[in-house]
């Protein structure tokens, strides 16, 4: 357990169909440490999310690779989990079946299995609804299972793909302060994928903004500011608007 | 005239609704409701039948009494031409739905599996498939009974009856699956095997079950058409096919009816599975 530093190194990915190419990615290259929030943000289409199932080995990189410590990733696997927009619950599974299905396909054994995803259920709130089943929750509700199913297996890294942009504007915010006071309690280190500024704001240690296709990074933002965070602090509303601005100028037809 | 006929039918309806009016919200209304028309259908489908019966006034078509003092005989004696009790004929018949239904199951749903997850595959087997489909498969009957006997060619039939909707409900199903529920696997560390009897399966089973709902009134249609071929080995279709032969006409329309129940009996069953697995699947 020495370096479990995320090393994304030249990543790139490029579309091909008949004879026309699409460069999506050229050269994405970060380090990401231990315990860290980064957003990625980017005009709409850029390929962040394809960013993120690069790195989840959901997709094959043309060139460039991806490493935790020493270890090349290659393919999915359970070092990296995964957080998806809709959530991608197993709707034949209860609450507790759904966060076991990683531990259970790793062959731990029930009783730890069943300890574990009792802890994550807590730290997601959700003890309540352990035997419910999906189509009884809310979408926030939803989504905490789904978080809470990442996190049980303890992975290296989560990559959380627009997690909370099927929820409406009330429900995001009281799961963004939700994330917050589950990173205080876990260390996780998370890649989070948003198109929401003011989420990213909120939330990151550091914010990699993109450029339009092909995405490459245009800038690197530290969010220095310890959290909670207040939205209306002038220095925050400051920076949203500077990021906005620059997405804009991204966004611009040529 | 009309007008008048109609107007007073109505107002005799009210008057009985003033009596015992019928509440949509009780349990209990809705289910004598239910009962009510039932019984009214069925006894207007006697009537129906009796008075088609004296029309026709054909030795084939028995009245309704005549079927059901056959039908006693029938159970209390069993058939005077084979010697065999109705209950084996049953018994005979419903043992070959099973056998093929079973084959049907064990090809047919890991193969559309299989199809629904190779791409190639699918595409090779395609054009065998499109060219059998269509083909209704009684008959194949007189060849199956001659080439592989009167037990095995019933089964047969039945089992291409079920086959081709159970097949092509499991593809359906499989193309059918969320990809992100299968990427959330493969995060999760699911091995290809795991993806394939954790997610896919149960991912396709409703639709699966749909195949199958669909395939069990087919085939029960197949086991009584496939055994009228037959001039021996018992079951229901053989039963109606000699009573037919030696024009037995109210014990044709006893093996007729006992066709009728069984179906919906069948039916029913599969109707329920689905229902259930539908909503333990938290599809509904």
Redesign the interface.
């Known amino acids: 357990m020495s370096d479990q530093n995320i090393h994304i190194d030249r990543l790139s990915k490029v579309f091909r169909r008949d004879d026309k190419e699409t460069v999506v990615i050229r050269d994405f290259t970060l380090d990401i440490k231990q315990g860290e929030l980064v957003s990625i943000v980017g005009p709409s289409g850029c390929g962040k999310t394809t960013i993120l199932r690069l790195i989840?080995?959901?997709e094959q990189a043309t060139s460039g690779e991806v490493r935790i410590g020493d270890k090349v990733c290659s393919g999915?696997?359970?070092d990296?989990?995964?957080v998806?927009q809709?959530f991608?619950?197993?709707?034949?599974r209860n609450v507790r079946k759904n966060v076991e299905?990683?531990m259970?396909?790793?062959g731990l054994p029930k009783e730890e299995r069943a300890a574990r995803a009792k802890k994550y259920i807590e730290i997601v709130g959700l003890e309540k609804f352990a035997e419910s089943?999906?189509?009884e929750l809310s979408g926030g509700m939803k989504q905490r299972v789904g978080i809470a199913?990442?996190l049980v297996?303890n992975p290296d890294v989560i990559?959380m793909d627009e997690p909370f942009g099927a929820l409406d504007a009330q429900t995001r915010n009281i799961m963004q302060a939700g994330l917050i006071r589950i990173l205080d309690k876990t260390d996780q280190t998370i890649v989070f994928v948003t198109h929401s500024v003011d989420e990213a704001i909120f939330i990151s240690d550091r914010i990699v903004i993109l450029s339009k296709r092909p995405a490459v990074i245009k800038e690197i933002v530290e969010i220095p500011w310890p959290r909670p965070r207040d939205r209306s602090d002038p220095e925050f509303t400051a920076l949203r608007k500077r990021i906005l601005k620059e997405l804009e100028s991204e966004n611009v037809m040529d | 005239m009309e007008e008048g006929i109609l107007s007073r039918a109505n107002a005799r309806l009210d008057a009985w609704g003033a009596m015992m009016p019928y509440d949509k919200d009780n349990r209990y209304h809705r289910w004598v409701r239910t009962l009510a028309i039932t019984v009214a259908s069925l006894i207007i489908f006697l009537l129906v039948w009796w008075n088609l019966a004296l029309l026709v006034g054909s030795a084939a078509i028995p009245l309704p009494m005549q079927v059901w003092d056959a039908m006693i005989d029938l159970f209390t004696y069993g058939d005077p031409v084979s010697g065999m009790s109705m209950w084996a004929n049953i018994s005979i018949s419903l043992q070959r739905f099973v056998a093929g239904f079973l084959l049907a199951m064990a090809v047919a749903i890991p193969m559309g599996l299989l199809m629904g997850y190779s791409k190639t595959l699918n595409e090779f087997m395609t054009p065998t498939l499109e060219i059998l489909r269509p083909i209704a498969p009684i008959a194949w009957a007189p060849v199956l009974l001659f080439a592989t006997g009167y037990t095995w060619g019933p089964v047969l039939v039945v089992f291409i009856g079920i086959f081709f909707p159970l097949l092509s409900n499991t593809v359906f199903g499989v193309n059918k699956i969320d990809r992100s529920l299968v990427d959330a696997a493969r995060t999760l560390g699911a091995s290809n095997l795991q993806i394939f009897y954790k997610v896919m399966f149960p991912c396709a089973l409703p639709y699966i079950m749909n195949g199958v709902r669909i395939g069990s009134g087919i085939g029960w249609m197949c086991i009584v058409a496939s055994e009228l071929y037959a001039s021996y080995g018992g079951g229901i279709g053989f039963f109606v096919g000699i009573q037919a032969s030696i024009g037995y006409w109210p014990n044709v329309f006893v093996g007729i009816a006992i066709i009728a129940v069984l179906g919906i009996l069948t039916t029913g069953l599969f109707d329920y599975i689905h229902k259930v697995i539908t909503r333990r699947m938290g599809m509904e």
Do not use: K, Q
């Open positions: 989840a080995g959901l999915p696997g359970p990296r989990g995964m998806f809709d991608a619950l197993f709707p034949w299905f990683g259970e396909v790793s089943r999906i189509y199913r990442a297996t990559l």
